[in-house]
């Protein structure tokens, strides 16, 4: 059975979630050195070539950085089976722009492709974070958009509203903690989850819901993430 189309882990049964649901829901330059002997324009002329030198290397030194942190964002593709270890490096990773929800991402305890092997997955709408565990031993992505790998601090300008459908939000970098707002959700569709971690597990859910109507969430200054899938945008009001 391919990946795509696979459930998440668990089930929704009335508002709380048991399991994970499958709802929705990333230096330096080096001055010239040089010596010059004598005097006048002999002298001139080497002081004007170590100028030179001192004025170029800071954009190649640009350039180069540039070229590092370009290389550094693009962790590993968005489709495939990677062994951690060898193929990926134990972390948290983010794959954004995921529009349709046929993303869909799996951690294994082994590659045996069996149940019983799964340590959480997704189906993912939107933005997803996943943290990969040393203990694990194989990632699997499928239709996904590129992963890159994430620092251990939140870093960023957290905004104060969110799509409703937008997947997984950093909590102090991507959105602000505060208490949230989101109206006119109409059929049970809107979910919502608070988790103290990426590794989407039952133990990383804080808190979690099934809305109908108004929903309001108050995400805390010390949560990891805030889930958001099938909800109306959101907007801080406190």
């Not at 929800?101 to 082994?110: N, S, V």
């Not at 109206?183 to 597990?201: I, L, P, V």
């Not at 309001?216 to 958001?228: C, E, H, L, N």
């Given at each position: 059975m391919g990946m795509k189309g696979k459930v998440a882990l668990g089930a929704v049964v009335g508002v709380v979630v048991i399991g994970v649901v499958s709802a929705n829901a990333g230096d330096s330059g080096?001055?010239?050195d040089g010596s010059s002997g004598g005097s006048g324009k002999g002298s001139s002329a080497s002081a004007e070539r170590e100028a030179g030198t001192k004025k170029s290397d800071p954009g190649s030194a640009k350039g180069s950085a540039k070229a590092e942190v370009a290389e550094k964002k693009a962790a590993f593709s968005g489709d495939g089976d990677f062994q951690v270890g060898s193929d990926i490096k134990p972390g948290t990773y983010r794959t954004t722009g995921n529009t349709d929800?046929?993303?869909?991402?799996?951690?294994?305890?082994?590659a045996s492709g069996e149940v019983d092997s799964l340590l959480a997955n997704d189906n993912v709408t939107g933005t997803s974070y996943v943290t990969v565990k040393s203990g694990d031993k194989l990632f699997k992505s499928s239709d996904c958009h590129d992963w890159e790998a994430v620092g251990a601090k939140a870093k960023g300008s957290p905004a104060t509203r969110m799509s409703g459908d937008g997947g997984m939000f950093r909590v102090g970098a991507d959105i602000a903690p505060?208490?949230?707002?989101?109206?006119?959700?109409?059929?049970?569709?809107?979910?919502?989850?608070?988790?103290?971690?990426?590794?989407?597990?039952i133990d990383s859910i804080l808190?979690?819901?099934?809305?109908?109507?108004?929903?309001?969430?108050?995400?805390?200054?010390?949560?990891?993430?805030?889930?958001?899938?099938?909800?109306k945008d959101w907007k801080k009001t406190g």
């Open positions: 080096s001055g010239g929800g046929l993303c869909y991402w799996e951690r294994a305890k082994d505060g208490t949230y707002r989101s109206t006119g959700n109409t059929d049970d569709s809107c979910y919502w989850e608070r988790t103290k971690d990426a590794e989407h597990g808190a979690n819901d099934n809305a109908n109507g108004t929903a309001v969430v108050r995400i805390g200054a010390s949560d990891g993430y805030f889930k958001t899938a099938g909800c």
